[in-house]
Every structure is written in structure tokens, then in C-alpha cells.
């Protein structure tokens, strides 16, 4: 086991050293003051919010630190896992699972993207988690480290819901070992734990938007067969992310609906599924093992699972994370049961399988090498997805906010309508369509676009604010008013809507109001110039 940690935190080192100078994502960082936009890089939970915080106040807004951080948190995770696998496998199986789990080209971009931090901790406290469950002794305290990791883990990213399935598998393999399986009031406690959860966050998801509000849902207003066909194109396309790593410079894990979707991705999806089958009947001996990863990226994967994500967004490839923890012991059973006892040579099987082994980790290391270096710029990343990608509605929008934000606002004007033109219903490319707009001064369709996005999304604050403002260019004070009381509504803590409401009523002869929209600016923290 020594020698398979040395291995994982080399091969982590070898991999991610090189993105502690890459500045592409640098830009998260500026984010975290930034609370208007719907891009939230703390929407994860409070657990993640606490912790950008404290990274905040220890590096300030320098990338270095915060690469460096999400390399440790990599290699702890990596470590995690290994001693995890261990008691359920062989440490040949275990060993190999954590290093191809450390070295995966799909999990560079939770690593590099400060928005993904939560995933990191969520992935690391559940891997805790399970190793608690199967530690002997002191079962009460256990159960309290489980219920309180879990609950960590939750506040960080909700994909640890995965927990009870892993303690269930835990459970198989460590009976098939004749070893002590974890007891049922861990079982509970993990199960307990998830769901009750997940039912005190359902009425915030839907008050914010989620899928759960299917009014919100932009698959809502598909026929059946559609949604059924966008689901499977869905999973298929993040599959290939995940299984295909030549193919992940392509959008670098981004995408969004796709709804030109044919029935050659349900035969796509078919083939998939029928490789898995063979996969698992040639390699029974460690059958529940493979299962373990096809099942979680399976559950990840369906349509279903979107009820935990905002309606237009497509699955980042940072949400691929967790599932590499089943895809990599999935691969190490499959890897360590292959036999070559069949063929004639049987003497050179076994350093056959050392090279076929050798020759998959050196293409991942360098395929992960070369994503942490590559795109020295938002803009340039983009520019390469839309010539790559030209279907990708989120890579255009993406393309459209890297012109927005060097003063490009025509160029930035026209990426977003592309956008649009390909998903309509796409609200966070018409949000930014109205910001390029309004830098321009063109105030009409800058309303337009801004109130096509509260169509979209009603609960969007930033939206209703702006749409505000632009009233309030246009000399309408009163129904900018009643925007920025409604962007206020919807965000009661933030006190900027209160200090342009302020403006609007000033504006509009009610200064009495003003000054009452001051103060409640300052009770939320407002520092006012001048005083």
C-alpha cells in the first residue's frame, strides 16, 4: 500500500504541477465578489462558499493558491480512495482504480475550475465517509463521523447522494472477502441522512428555479419521445467525455441541450450499454466490482438526475467527478481480471498486461498534462470550441462573455445571438445578450432581452435588476422602481436593488422613499462614497 500512495501522489504531482501556472481560469476569481450574474462559482452549497472564502482571505485573488489547493485536495481524494478500495478488493485492483482515478483526463477540469471546489470536498468527505463505515469499534462515534460527513458533503455538492448505493456495494464485497460488513444502523444513518437532505432543499430548488419547478423545466414543453431522445443524447455525449478522453479539448465539458437529437443516439447509447454487458459477463470474477462503476455513472448520467441542476444547464464536466470514482474501479476490475490463459503464449501474459497497463496510464498522464496547459484565455478557448463544436450554444455564449469582458460588445452582441439561435430557450444567453446591448446604449432591445430572460427565469434577481436599469436609462422611473423592489424580493440580502430603488424614486420626485431605500441599503451593508 505504501508503494500505490508514493505511485498516486507522483502521478497527481506529475499531471497538475503544470496548472499552477495556467492562468485560463483565472477569471473564477473575480467571481466570488461578483453576486449579481447567475453564474454563481459558490452556488455549491455554504460548505463551498465557506471554504472560497478562507481560500480568499489566505491567497487573496491570486490563482497559484487556489490551483494548489484543488491539486492537495486531488491527491488527498486519490489517497481517499485507495484506502477505501483496499477493503473491499485486492490491493492490486485498489491501487490501480485510485491511479487512474488521479491521472483521468475528465477530472482536470475539477481541479482547474474554482466552481468546481465543491465537487473536490463533496468527493473527499463521502470517500471519509465510507471509510469511517468500515472501521471496527466505537460504532457510535462512527455513526456521528458518517452522519456528520455526509451532511458536510451535502452542503458541498449533492451528488453525494451516492453515498447509501456505495455503503450497499461496500457491503457485497467486503461478505465476498468473509470481512465484517458495515452494520444497519450505518446503513440508516447514510440513507437517513441523504433524504433528509434532500427533502428540507426540494422547496428551495424549486423557490430558485431547479427542474423540480416544471414550469421552469425547459424540457417541459417537449413531446415524450423528445425528452426521452435529448436524455439519452445527454448521457451519450457525457459518456464519451468521460470514456473518450481524445475527445475532451473538443468543449472543454461544456455543452447544453441538444434537441436536433435522431435515433442514431439511441442506438449510440445501445452500443454503449452492450459493451458494458460484455464487459461484465467476461470479466465476472470481479462482476459486482464493474457493476459498482456502471451503475454511478448510469445514475448520474439519466435525465432524471437534472432534477439536482438549473434548467438550461447541461452537466459540466466537473460533475464527472464523482462518477470517475465507479468508472476507475469499474476499468481496475476489468484490467485486473484480464486473463490470457486461453492464448498460446501464455508466458508473455503477464508482461502483456504490464505494457497494455503502462502504455493506458502514460496517455492519460499526458493527455491530463497537456489540458492543464493549453488555452492561455477565456477567448481563445472559445474561439477553438465554436470551430470545433460549431452546434454548442454554451461555447458561443461563452465566447460572446470573453469579447464582453475585453469591451468587444458588438463581436460579443453577435456570439450571444448564435447562441440563442440554437437554443432558444437558453436564458443565461440572453441575459448576457442584454448586457452586451446595454454597453452599446441600445436600450430597447436591451429591455427585450433582459425581460426575455425573467421569462425564462423569474426567480433570476440579477435579471429583474438589470431589467430595471435599463428602464431607468429609458427615463421610466416608476416601472424601474417596481423592477428593482421585485430583484430585491427575490434576494433580500443584497442591497444594491435598494440603492438604485433609491435612484428611481429620487428621480421620480419621492424623496421621502429614497431615503427610506438608503437606509434599508445600509442595514444590509451598503457602504455609501462620501460619508
Not at 122 to 130: A, M
Request: aromatic share 10%; with cysteine; hydrophobic share 55%.
Amino acid at each position: 500500500m505504501r508503494n500505490w500512495t508514493v505511485l498516486v501522489v507522483a502521478a497527481v504531482v506529475a499531471v497538475y504541477a503544470a496548472s499552477l501556472f495556467n492562468e485560463l481560469l483565472a477569471a473564477d476569481l473575480l467571481l466570488i465578489d461578483i453576486t449579481a450574474d447567475g453564474y454563481d462559482p459558490t452556488q455549491g452549497g455554504r460548505l463551498t462558499r465557506w471554504w472560497l472564502a478562507a481560500q480568499t482571505v489566505v491567497f487573496g485573488l491570486h490563482p497559484f493558491g487556489f490551483r494548489l489547493t484543488g491539486l492537495l485536495l486531488h491527491a488527498i481524494n486519490s489517497c481517499l480512495l485507495l484506502l477505501v478500495a483496499r477493503q473491499w478488493t485486492s490491493s492490486t485492483t485498489a491501487g490501480l482504480a485510485a491511479v487512474l482515478f488521479a491521472v483521468w483526463p475528465s477530472g482536470s477540469q475539477a481541479v482547474l475550475s474554482l466552481p468546481a471546489h465543491g465537487v473536490l470536498l463533496g468527493t473527499g468527505l463521502l470517500l471519509l465517509g465510507l471509510y469511517c463505515t468500515q472501521i471496527r469499534g466505537h460504532r457510535s462515534l462512527l455513526a456521528l463521523g458518517l452522519v456528520a460527513t455526509t451532511v458536510l458533503a451535502l452542503h458541498a455538492t449533492v451528488q453525494v447522494a451516492a453515498l447509501p448505493g456505495l455503503m450497499l456495494l461496500g457491503q457485497r464485497r467486503r461478505n465476498a472477502r468473509s470481512l465484517p460488513p458495515p452494520s444497519l444502523m450505518m446503513h440508516l444513518l447514510g440513507y437517513g441522512s441523504v433524504v433528509v437532505w434532500l427533502l428540507a432543499r426540494l422547496p428551495a430548488w424549486s423557490d430558485s428555479g431547479a427542474v423540480v419547478d416544471i414550469l421552469s423545466n425547459p424540457l417541459a414543453l417537449l413531446p415524450t419521445t423528445q425528452r426521452v431522445m435529448i436524455g439519452l443524447d445527454q448521457g451519450w455525449h457525457y459518456a464519451q467525455l468521460l470514456v473518450m478522453p481524445m475527445r475532451l479539448s473538443a468543449d472543454y465539458g461544456y455543452g447544453v441541450i441538444n434537441l436536433s437529437t435522431t435515433v442514431g443516439t439511441g442506438l449510440q447509447a445501445g452500443l454503449l450499454l452492450a459493451l458494458l454487458g460484455f464487459a461484465l459477463l467476461r470479466f465476472i470474477r470481479l462482476a459486482e466490482l464493474t457493476m459498482l462503476g456502471v451503475l454511478w455513472v448510469a445514475a448520474t448520467l439519466l435525465p432524471v438526475s437534472n432534477i439536482l441542476l438549473t434548467g438550461e444547464a447541461a452537466f459540466s464536466e466537473a460533475y464527472l467527478y464523482l462518477p470517475m470514482v465507479g468508472f476507475s474501479l469499474s476499468l481496475a476490475a476489468c484490467l485486473s481480471s484480464w486473463s490470457l490463459a486461453s492464448l498460446s503464449w501464455r508466458t508473455t501474459g503477464p508482461m502483456v498486461r504490464r505494457v497494455v497497463v503502462g502504455l493506458l496510464l502514460v496517455f492519460m498522464c499526458g493527455r491530463t498534462l497537456w489540458r492543464c496547459t493549453d488555452w492561455q484565455n477565456a477567448e481563445r478557448l472559445w474561439e477553438h470550441t465554436v470551430a470545433t463544436q460549431p452546434n454548442s450554444a454554451r461555447a458561443y455564449d461563452a465566447l460572446g462573455t470573453a469579447l464582453y469582458v475585453r469591451g468587444a460588445f458588438v463581436a460579443a452582441e453577435a456570439r450571444h445571438r448564435r447562441g440563442i439561435g440554437i437554443y432558444p430557450r437558453f436564458a443565461t444567453a440572453h441575459y448576457n445578450l442584454g448586457l452586451s446591448l446595454y454597453a452599446q446604449g441600445k436600450w430597447a432591445a436591451a429591455l427585450a432581452a433582459f425581460e426575455r430572460t425573467c421569462q425564462l427565469q423569474p426567480q433570476r434577481a440579477a435579471a429583474h435588476l438589470n431589467r430595471g436599469a435599463t428602464l431607468f436609462r429609458q427615463g421610466r422611473w416608476m416601472p424601474a422602481a417596481d423592477a428593482y423592489r421585485l430583484a430585491a424580493e427575490l434576494r433580500p440580502a443584497w442591497p444594491v436593488p435598494w440603492l438604485n430603488l433609491a435612484d428611481a424614486l429620487r428621480a421620480a420626485g419621492d424623496a421621502a422613499a429614497a431615503a427610506a431605500a438608503i437606509e434599508q441599503a445600509k442595514q444590509l451593508g451598503a457602504v455609501l462614497p462620501f460619508e
